[in-house]
């Protein structure tokens, strides 16, 4: 039985990751800072027939000790870390001029460095086993920039006193740097026998980020499959880069988007 740590598993796209990967036989620790919501993800997960275990480990992956405590917790509970799905990730939206330092080192630290830091965390474990698969979970919003006219009203294109659009630059450079940092580390580790890929998805409702309807109808119209993606179809992708299947596939930025980049 294989082992995997999901980061941000206990809602929307991580935990819809959890049970992918669980319905295929894999073990998962899932990673998050609200001990509630992990347990209901657990309880939700649980009992499905064939289904492999899931484990909640309460934490904050921008903490150095949560880190190696969750990685401890995957290895004492299943011997060792034999995946990790980077999904965790943060965002802030506000006016192009008046965007706050501290929320971009937020963001910065949230959605790349910690992941960079759990992989180095869980490499030596891979390495000595000769396999493991790291899948970082990105965005079309880290090769493409936002076009506010498919927001609108709710993210505006025009703020008072003239500050510029309202953006979310940080999730966008931090999206664009986990696509480098996929390739980057592919090529070291690939000597190891470890792959390492990206996951771009587009346009995904989900319960803890819920689109408003006027919006969701001009995301869809914009798209060339004229819908928004469905949960299960982004954790069909990261399942496959997972799976033994994938075993010549590294390097890669699977764009999942319904046709949204292409044009």
């Known amino acids: 039985m294989r082992a995997a740590i999901v980061t941000g598993g206990a809602t ?24 509630e919501r992990l347990d209901a993800a657990v309880a939700a997960l649980a009992g499905r027939s064939g289904a ?12 150095a000790e949560d880190r190696a405590r969750v990685v401890d917790a995957c290895r004492e509970r299943f011997g060792t870390v ?3 799905v ?23 630290e949230t959605n ?21 698969r790291i899948v970082n979970i990105a965005s079309v919003y880290g090769s493409v920039a936002l076009d506010n006219a498919h927001y609108e009203p709710v993210v505006a ?41 990206s996951v771009s998805p587009g346009m ?30 982004l954790a069909a992708a990261v399942r496959f880069l997972c799976s033994e299947e994938a075993s010549f596939v590294t390097g890669h930025n699977l764009v999942v988007d319904g046709g949204w980049s292409i044009w």
């Open 112 to 132: 790349v460095t910690a992941g960079f830091s759990l992989a180095r965390e869980v490499l030596p474990l891979m390495r000595d086993q000769r396999f493991g």
């Open 82 to 84: 034999d995946v990790l």
């Open 86 to 108: 980077n999904n965790a990730a943060t965002s802030v939206l506000a006016p192009l001029l008046d965007y706050p330092d501290d929320a971009w080192q937020h963001v910065l």
């Open 204 to 233: 995904f409702p989900v319960e803890d980020a819920p689109i408003d309807p006027r919006v969701r109808e001009q995301l869809a119209a914009a798209t060339p499959l004229r819908r928004v993606g469905e949960p299960a179809e």
């Open 52 to 63: 492999a275990e899931v484990v909640a480990v309460a934490g904050d992956v921008t903490v």
């Open 157 to 197: 294109g025009e703020t008072p006193g003239d500050r510029g659009p309202m953006r979310e630059v940080a999730y966008a450079a931090s999206k664009g740097a986990v696509v480098q940092l996929t390739r980057e580390l592919a090529a070291a580790v690939g000597r190891w026998g470890i792959t390492v890929n």
């Open 12 to 35: 929307g796209l991580g935990r819809a990751t959890v049970a992918a990967l669980t319905a295929a036989g894999t073990a998962c620790v899932i990673v998050g800072r609200r001990r």
